[in-house]
């Protein structure tokens, strides 16, 4: 079983925390053939140049050995990498910073952490290589398309304080969206359902039958012509809520590549020029660890924006 995130014990590599593989019962002539064989998605040739360049560690902190023996049990730890990765046209901000606290804005089409081609890139790393703080871990998440205020927790010990905050719903969370104007809708509402991945595109989430597990207040902001820029409020936060949500009231927000279909699957090559315009604009919350009302609003921008 392979296990990603932050090893305590092990030195950050270029901003990128080390990823740990245990090894299984079984046989392998060598480390070499076990990660080849155990990660095929890297080619053997690449491991063995990561192993010389002393990539790959042992639980010692020492090199691993291309040739070295395995057994089960053991643990090898590894800095994740890709070759030629796709270079984002707007890099990460730091907001806000104190003993406790990072509060960054995120561009469109970055994601929070390593994900797919995207390493170095990422929001995290960048904010490690940024700020050096090796312990950085994201406190919740955003989608990858979507803009807008990601919070970290700088000291590993204190972030399920914060963590509770999300999971207690004790955070106030402010979104904007530029979808078309609807003069049918009765809005400001409320709307609530029960959301569920869908078997049919694994990337993606829809609405189904049962309890509700989903809230989001919806309000508009302005409207110019056949387009109005909104306010969403999410009181939960499901995987791509906000997009599922207005997609249902028949609004989907523009640029949205998933929702009502699929127009750019997760591996395709992005169109930096057609963001989806969701932004995660502010966020509200009494601090755990210092007692201080905390609010933090977004300096990124929609193509639609309203002075409020």
């Given at each position: 079983?392979?296990?990603?995130?932050?090893?305590?014990?092990?030195?950050?590599?270029?901003?990128?925390?080390?990823?740990?593989?245990?090894?299984?019962?079984?046989?392998?002539?060598?480390?070499?053939?076990?990660?080849?064989?155990?990660?095929?998605?890297?080619?053997?040739?690449?491991?063995?140049?990561?192993?010389?360049?002393?990539?790959?560690?042992?639980e010692s902190g020492q090199s691993a050995?291309?040739?070295?023996?395995?057994?089960?049990?053991?643990?090898?730890?590894?800095?994740?990498?890709?070759?030629?990765?796709?270079?984002?046209?707007?890099?990460?901000?730091?907001?806000?910073?104190?003993?406790?606290?990072?509060?960054?804005?995120?561009?469109?089409?970055?994601?929070?952490?390593?994900?797919?081609?995207?390493?170095?890139?990422?929001?995290?790393?960048?904010?490690?290589?940024?700020?050096?703080?090796?312990?950085?871990?994201?406190?919740?998440?955003?989608?990858?398309?979507?803009?807008?205020?990601?919070?970290?927790?700088?000291?590993?010990?204190?972030?399920?304080?914060?963590?509770?905050?999300?999971?207690?719903?004790?955070?106030?969370?402010?979104?904007?969206?530029?979808?078309?104007?609807?003069?049918?809708?009765?809005?400001?509402?409320?709307?609530?359902?029960?959301?569920?991945?869908?078997?049919?595109?694994?990337?993606?989430?829809?609405?189904?039958?049962?309890?509700?597990?989903?809230?989001?207040?919806?309000?508009?902001?302005?409207?110019?012509?056949?387009?109005?820029?909104?306010?969403?409020?999410?009181?939960?936060?499901?995987?791509?809520?906000?997009?599922?949500?207005?997609?249902?009231?028949?609004?989907?927000?523009?640029?949205?590549?998933?929702?009502?279909?699929?127009?750019?699957?997760?591996?395709?090559?992005?169109?930096?020029?057609?963001?989806?315009?969701?932004?995660?604009?502010?966020?509200?919350f009494t601090d755990p660890l210092t007692?201080?009302?905390?609010?933090?609003?977004?300096?990124?921008?929609?193509?639609?924006?309203?002075?409020?």
């Amino acid at each position: 079983m392979t296990r990603s995130g932050r090893v305590a014990q092990m030195p950050v590599h270029e901003g990128v925390s080390a990823s740990v593989v245990s090894v299984p019962a079984g046989h392998w002539p060598s480390l070499l053939d076990f990660l080849a064989q155990r990660m095929p998605g890297i080619p053997r040739d690449e491991w063995a140049q990561r192993l010389s360049q002393g990539l790959v560690l042992q639980e010692s902190g020492q090199s691993a050995q291309v040739d070295q023996a395995c057994q089960a049990g053991q643990r090898f730890f590894y800095y994740r990498n890709v070759a030629d990765e796709p270079r984002l046209p707007v890099q990460a901000a730091v907001l806000f910073e104190d003993d406790h606290l990072l509060v960054a804005d995120k561009p469109h089409f970055m994601p929070v952490t390593p994900s797919g081609p995207y390493v170095q890139q990422c929001l995290l790393v960048q904010l490690k290589r940024l700020t050096g703080h090796a312990d950085l871990v994201p406190l919740h998440r955003i989608d990858r398309e979507t803009a807008g205020l990601v919070l970290f927790g700088k000291r590993l010990h204190e972030r399920d304080a914060y963590h509770a905050l999300f999971r207690d719903h004790q955070i106030h969370k402010r979104y904007h969206a530029v979808a078309a104007h609807c003069a049918n809708l009765a809005l400001p509402s409320v709307h609530t359902s029960r959301l569920a991945e869908d078997p049919a595109h694994f990337f993606k989430m829809r609405e189904v039958p049962g309890e509700a597990n989903s809230e989001t207040s919806i309000a508009v902001l302005h409207q110019e012509g056949q387009r109005a820029l909104y306010q969403l409020e999410p009181v939960t936060g499901k995987r791509h809520q906000l997009r599922v949500h207005m997609n249902a009231l028949g609004i989907p927000i523009e640029g949205d590549q998933f929702y009502p279909h699929v127009l750019r699957g997760p591996d395709e090559a992005e169109d930096f020029k057609r963001p989806l315009q969701l932004l995660a604009q502010a966020v509200a919350f009494t601090d755990p660890l210092t007692g201080e009302h905390r609010k933090f609003e977004s300096r990124l921008q929609l193509s639609m924006t309203h002075k409020l």
